[in-house]
């Protein structure tokens, strides 16, 4: 009797947790649709400054970055307002540049705090992806492994080839980025992909490692987790597999 009464309540909250989610999607839905109006008015702003600034290569250089950074917003809303429609066109993306396109994008924040990047690529090949989406995902992550580690602390930022560990008989890349920050606490470990959960106190939207979750499922796979939050040995550390071919099944999670 206890044990029927624990299983419905335990599928009554998995239910509620459900809606609850579905509503979160089409509120973010609806921000994102808002988003456009002023997105676009950002990029007509950006394309006439780009008329007076000819000849100057430093501007132009951040004035590119800026342009990019646009193109991204305007493909994550879409992703955001289309979440059961096809993923954008996907082309080869070569993973170690986006990464690296990435930290330089943060290098002040890393000279800032005397963070020390530590890169290693090993012999990995382009995968076919969205590139935004691709790019989206890894900038939540640099940014999480950024914010959490102290003055001086380091980030390990690799990426090589590999398989599934769920699926074996799928190739293709892995991407880690781990941190020696404090780690996650417990209590905040199941709700961490949840949209608008955050550990960040007075910033952050809690949107970031959701999105990145739905973007992930999109290449039929996911972000993975492993943290320590254990005094001298704390650190958190994400993962992340590209698969060459994304046809190919994948066996459930």
């Known amino acids: 009797m206890f044990s029927g009464t624990s299983s419905a309540r335990r599928q009554s ?28 008015a950002l990029g007509n702003a950006l394309f006439l400054l780009e008329k007076c600034l000819r000849g100057d290569a430093l501007p132009n250089r951040y004035l590119k970055a800026a342009q990019e950074e646009l193109g991204r917003m305007k493909e994550i809303t879409a992703s955001i307002l289309s979440p059961y429609r096809e993923s954008p066109p996907r082309r080869a993306v070569n993973i170690p540049a986006v990464l690296d396109s990435i930290l330089e994008f943060y290098d002040h ?32 992550l640099v940014i999480n492994a950024l914010e959490a580690v102290p003055t001086g602390g380091k980030v390990v930022v690799h990426a090589f ?11 293709g890349i892995r991407v880690v980025i781990g941190d020696n ?38 290449l039929g796979s996911r972000v993975r987790l492993r943290t320590s939050a254990r ?23």
Request: proline share 7%; glycine share 6%.
């Open 13 to 40: 909250d998995k239910t509620a947790r459900t809606e609850d989610w579905a509503a979160s999607g089409r509120l973010i839905a609806a921000v994102a649709h808002e988003l456009k109006n002023p997105i676009q």
């Open 109 to 140: 924040k890393i000279k800032f705090k005397r963070i020390q990047i530590c890169r290693r690529y090993s012999s990995v090949s382009p995968v076919e992806a969205s590139a935004g989406e691709i790019r989206q995902v890894f900038t939540n």
């Open 161 to 171: 080839s590999s398989r599934d560990w769920s699926s074996p008989e799928r190739d």
């Open 181 to 218: 920050g404090p780690g996650i606490r417990p209590e905040h470990r199941r709700r961490l992909f949840e949209p608008f959960f955050t550990t960040k106190t007075g910033r952050g939207t809690g949107l970031g490692l959701w999105v990145s979750q739905v973007f992930m499922e999109r």
């Open 231 to 253: 005094p001298h040995r704390a650190g958190t550390c994400f993962s992340v597999f590209l698969p060459f071919d994304r046809r190919t099944p994948i066996q459930a999670r």
